[in-house]
């Protein structure tokens, strides 16, 4: 009776029981599923689980009697399951408890079919149990089967919507935590997601993302808009755009950053995915390295000049005067103004105050404030941004930038402009500056040394130059004497120049006739050193002899100035390490280098030796010195005596 009230269905209730189960979704859906089977085969006990590996399962879903179970977990051997999770539908009318004694005591019939993947793998299964004989016809089955269809499409979802997550949980992970920054931003650059390293460069929080445009991260200067825009035309275009440079300011403390940055639209043209990394430290070091190279090939430049502090050559009081000025004004930073006519050494006494400062391990920068025009000077002193002007094809830095930290000598400094007085008179004051075309204030730490040939005060009086400037330049004013005041040093700058040039233009010289010695101590030297190098050049190359000559037609024409005997006698003080050449008559010629020899190595406390040495200063050899003294008779206690 039982057995044929179980196998009658109906038609109508089937179709009722699977709209019902269709209905369901998600977590309800599995509950529902056996309910409606149980129903649907007139059976007690229902249930539906999910394989955990191939000796267990778990159940989704129990139903007894007319109401839902707990869920548990249940081994599979000694089972019917068992045999189902392997692929089988299973059916048993009757005589289930005497096949499985110790798993289905107190049952009669089962029913079990497995859920099956589209790939084939057993996902889990659904089955049915009751105390009584359990027969079906061949429509339950099939009702069974399609539940049973339906229950492991609902698995498959849920296996793939898990994946889905562990996927997305996993490149999360990777979006958030990538050394590499990411944004997801509008073609019009507001920001939809940024990663954890996307946030930290660019200094933002939480609170920042909502509203937040890229493009308003980048520096109000022609260089990065330029940049900025570039970029976001070739994304408005549906372009990928690799590996370009953009300049940005950090929201957090508005410093500014430079980034790589990649970009690929989505092809829906709503976003675009980006991708940048912060190249802030190599683009400096880049600059920097640039700036080394600007400022090493400015010094290249200068070496080449063999501009240098020995050739500061001379005992003269005057110079003597000079060079103690250099020593005390040296350590520290004060401003010195240099003064003296054209060719006197104005450069040799900056870099000798360059040289014994603190500053001499950094640069030494130059400019002859006229040898440029009158509109390039600003830009050659603080440099220009890249279309500050026609001709400005790329950013430059100036003299004050590639100064920073040293000297900077501003030679000529008479002649500048009124206008760029204002703004060196600001350097002065402030140590700041703006490069031409940029509204950016750059801070520096310049010692200043400025050089004139002219008459600043006269140049005050007359207008020509701002007299707020001038007291600033003169802190420790240095005036130089001119070589027609130093003819005692004559002498001593013809060996030096000698040397310098004999072998350069491939003469031998042993040393000089005394007429030109005299001829050239008369001379008045309107261009003064310079002009005297020039002439010792000029006379070595046309000269045949051992004996240096230099024909009168050679000096200019100019009234004698009055030679003093020191600077006669000291003349023949010339050939380092030999005997003099010049014959003049021994008492005068033995009185005057002894006198003349004394007051140099009084002047370097007897020092004979080393770079301010007597002898350098003199122009001999040491050993030709102590020869030379001993034969005057020079000696320290000796020259004690009144």
Same mark, same amino acid.
């Given at each position: 009776m039982a057995g044929s009230m179980k196998g009658t269905d109906s038609l109508d209730d089937m179709q009722i029981l699977a709209r019902a189960a269709a209905l369901a979704r998600g977590d309800a859906l599995f509950p529902a599923l056996v309910q409606n089977v149980a129903r649907?085969?007139? @059976?007690?006990e229902a249930l539906v689980s999910q394989a955990i590996d191939a000796a267990h399962v778990r159940t989704l879903a129990v139903f007894v009697h007319g109401a839902p179970e707990p869920n548990y977990?249940?081994?599979? @051997?000694?089972t019917p399951c068992a045999a189902v999770m392997q692929g089988e539908t299973v059916h048993h009318v009757s005589g289930l408890a005497e096949q499985y004694p110790h798993t289905a005591q107190g049952y009669e019939g089962y029913y079990g079919v497995p859920l099956t993947?589209?790939?084939?793998?057993?996902l889990g299964h659904i089955c049915v149990y009751d105390a009584s004989a359990l027969e079906l016809t061949e429509r339950?089955?099939?009702f069974c089967d399609v539940f049973a269809g339906r229950a492991a499409a609902e698995l498959q979802r849920l296996r793939a919507e898990r994946e889905l997550r562990i996927s997305e949980d996993r490149f999360r992970d990777l979006f958030d935590e990538a050394p590499i920054a990411y944004v997801h931003e509008g073609v019009d650059t507001r920001f939809i997601r940024a990663n954890r390293t996307a946030m930290r460069v660019l200094g933002l929080?939480? @609170?920042?993302?909502?509203?937040?445009?890229g493009k308003h991260l980048v520096p109000d200067t022609p260089e990065a808009q330029a940049l900025a825009h570039a970029a976001l035309e070739s994304i408005g275009r549906g372009n990928d755009t690799a590996g370009v440079l953009v300049q940005l300011k950090r929201k957090s403390d508005g410093k500014h950053i430079y980034i790589q940055w990649w970009s690929r639209p989505d092809p829906s043209g709503a976003f675009t995915r980006t991708m940048f990394i912060d190249v802030t430290e190599r683009v400096l070091m880049e600059r920097e390295q640039k700036r080394l190279q600007s400022q090493n090939r400015y010094l290249q430049e200068e070496i080449k000049s063999v501009h240098n502090f020995d050739e500061i050559i001379g005992a003269s009081p005057g110079l003597l005067r000079v060079l103690e000025n250099v020593r005390r004004v040296a350590p520290t930073d004060a401003t010195v103004l240099i003064c003296g006519e054209t060719g006197t050494g104005k450069e040799l006494i900056a870099r000798a105050i360059h040289s014994a400062g603190r500053r001499a391990d950094r640069p030494f920068?130059?400019?002859n404030c006229a040898a440029l025009p009158a509109g390039l000077v600003e830009s050659e002193l603080f440099g220009h941004e890249k279309g500050a002007f026609s001709g400005a094809v790329q950013k430059r830095e100036g003299r004050f930038e590639l100064a920073n930290g040293g000297t900077i000598f501003l030679d000529e400094i008479g002649e500048l402009p009124l206008d760029t007085q204002a703004k060196l008179l600001r350097v002065l004051q402030e140590q700041e500056f703006e490069r031409v075309g940029s509204s950016k204030t750059l801070k520096i730490d310049v010692r200043i040394v400025a050089a004139t040939n002219r008459d600043l005060r006269k140049a005050v009086r007359d207008g020509e130059f701002r007299e707020d400037l001038y007291y600033r330049l003169a802190v420790f004013p240095i005036e130089l004497p001119p070589l027609r005041a130093r003819a005692e040093d004559i002498p001593l700058l013809v060996q030096f120049f000698v040397q310098k040039y004999a072998s350069r233009v491939g003469r031998r010289v042993e040393g000089v006739d005394p007429d030109t010695l005299m001829a050239l101590a008369r001379y008045p030297w309107p261009g003064n050193i310079r002009e005297l190098e020039n002439l010792i050049e000029r006379g070595l190359i046309l000269n045949s002899s051992p004996l240096l000559r230099i024909p009168p037609e050679m000096l200019a024409v100019a009234a004698p100035v009055e030679r003093s005997e020191l600077a006669a006698a000291a003349s023949t003080s010339f050939a380092a390490g030999e005997e003099p050449v010049v014959d003049i008559e021994a008492s005068g010629l033995h009185h005057v280098q002894r006198e003349h020899i004394l007051r140099v190595l009084k002047a370097t406390h007897w020092v004979i030796e080393g770079n301010s040495g007597a002898a350098v200063k003199l122009g001999l050899k040491p050993a030709t010195l102590r020869h030379r003294m001993k034969k005057l008779g020079i000696a320290r206690a000796a020259a004690r005596q009144p």
């Open positions: 649907a085969l007139n @059976a007690s977990e249940y081994e599979l @051997a000694g993947a589209a790939d084939g793998e057993v339950q089955k099939l929080c939480d @609170a920042d993302l909502p509203n937040l445009y920068i130059k400019l």
